[in-house]
């Protein structure tokens, strides 16, 4: 297909221009700190925010703890969906990266995929944070700002026009909210026989009120209002 965008007056482009101008005006600790995060920095947070949730959600224990760990599951295949279904779409699009087509970007990374639409890296953090979202609003929204960070560093390096990441956030929203009730059909059930086997601590965490009415052959303890908080 022909490119998406070419020049000029397109506003594609110059919002492109605008956001990765600020890299030409930047120091260049500012320019290779932008680099590390948005190639990895922002990837590697999004994994302890999921790891985190998933923390939580297993210490909160109680019946909702396989749903909820099966969310959080979700939310990290999810991402990999993403990149599955982007990699068939790139190549259908077949959109060169922005410093191909234009001179004069500050460009930090230069990719050896030459097929900008959409951002690979907009897609997986969006969907995790979507996905996160049906678990937690508090840490779907946190996983929602690094994705939004994640989507402007891509501009900010000159990899990506603006377009390819609203582009990835459009196709990580979709696997992640219309592929949702399989997966976790599939996966809930999957986390209820874990917790009921020796790696049940992966779906709830024994805590100490829990481990000492066990001893005694009382029932596990319901979850506290502080431990529903999560899902506030």
């Known amino acids: 297909m022909a490119a998406l965008s070419l020049d000029g007056s397109n506003p594609d482009v110059s919002l492109l221009r605008d956001i990765n101008g600020l890299a030409k005006h930047a120091p260049r600790w500012l320019d290779r700190a932008v680099e590390v995060v948005g190639e990895y920095g922002l990837l590697l947070l999004m994994v302890l925010v999921a790891g985190w949730c998933w923390w939580r ?43 191909v087509e ?65 582009g990835g956030f459009a196709l990580g929203t979709a696997v ?15 986390a209820s026989a874990v917790a009921a086997s020796r790696a049940g601590v992966l779906v709830r965490v024994p805590q100490t009120a829990g481990k000492a009415a066990a001893r005694r052959g009382e029932p596990y303890p319901e979850p506290t209002a502080a431990d529903r908080d999560l899902a506030a």
């Open 57 to 99: 959600v297993a210490r909160r224990g109680g019946a909702e703890a396989p749903a909820a760990v099966a969310g959080v599951v979700w939310a990290a295949l999810a991402g990999g969906v993403s990149v599955l279904l982007n990699v068939p779409l790139r190549n259908f699009v077949d959109r060169p990266r922005p410093f």
């Open 102 to 166: 234009h001179q004069g970007l500050d460009v930090l990374v230069r990719s050896r995929v030459h097929f900008s639409f959409v951002s690979d890296h907009a897609a997986v953090t969006m969907a995790v944070a979507v996905g996160l979202f049906l678990v937690s609003r508090k840490w779907g929204l946190a996983a929602g700002g690094i994705a939004l960070a994640e989507g402007f560093s891509r501009v900010y390096m000159g990899v990506h026009y603006p377009t390819d990441v609203l």
């Open 176 to 190: 992640a909210l219309l592929f949702a009730p399989l997966a976790l059909a599939l996966l809930t059930p999957l």
